[in-house]
Nanobody, 128 residues
Framework: QAQPVESGGGLVQAGGSLRLSCTASVRTFTGNTMGWFRQGPGKEREFVTAVNWSGGRTYYSDSVKGRFTISRDNTENTVYLQMNSLKPEDTALYYC?????????????????????WGQGTQVTVSS
């Protein structure tokens, strides 16, 4: 199965935390940059964060920097998104995506068309 599978979404109060997980096949995961995007109600899909193939380089949008942390476990073909200090504006459908590029050396990591495989999404709802 080439499509990543997300889990861990749910309902949380503002200020709370959630951890999302995304598991992919060896073919989809190995050597590839993994990213998270989100789409809130009435909004376009936007980049959240990404991590390069080794886990040594991470990329964050300004809106989540300092609150969210991405990590990956290459032995489990899984990428994680730890979300702290959640805000109502973080409410969205969160998508996991894989890019065939092992890492990015420019800001194209935030472009959705750089990603080749997409999950179905997991819903995160933050109540005020």
């Amino acid at each position: 199965q080439a499509q990543p599978v997300e889990s861990g979404g749910g309902l949380v109060q503002a200020g709370g935390s959630l951890r999302l997980s995304c598991t992919a096949s060896v073919r989809t995961f190995t050597g590839n940059t993994m990213g998270w995007f989100r789409q809130g109600p009435g909004k376009e899909r936007e980049f959240v964060t990404a991590v390069n193939w080794s886990g040594g380089r991470t990329y964050y949008s300004d809106s989540v920097k300092g609150r969210f942390t991405i990590s990956r476990d290459n032995t489990e073909n899984t990428v994680y998104l730890q979300m702290n200090s959640l805000k109502p504006e973080d409410t969205a459908l969160y998508y996991c995506a894989a890019s065939r590029k092992p890492q990015f050396n420019d800001n194209s990591y935030s472009h959705s068309d750089e990603y080749n495989f997409w999950g179905q999404g997991t819903q995160v709802t933050v109540s005020s």
